[in-house]
């Protein structure tokens, strides 16, 4: 449905921030249906943003913070 919304293919021009991101669970699918979009990880828990981190690397336009929505 994102991809409807957006009216785009690979994502370029598009930004997400994924606030609650957790472990990534839900950024690996986004990533992976825009490949060109920039995605910004936001949660509380360094220690989920670390795992998410790391089983998110080969996704170089992906950034995290650690921060309270």
Do not use: M
């Not at 910004?40 to 650690?66: G, M």
């Amino acid at each position: 449905k994102l991809k409807e919304h957006f009216d785009s293919k690979d994502g370029q021009g598009l930004r997400f921030l994924e606030v609650g991101s957790g472990t990534g669970s839900l950024t690996r699918p986004l990533a992976l249906a825009f490949p060109k979009a920039q995605i910004v990880c936001l949660d509380i828990s360094p220690h989920y943003l670390k795992y998410a981190q790391s089983r998110l690397s080969p996704f170089k336009r992906v950034s995290y913070i650690e921060g309270n929505a």
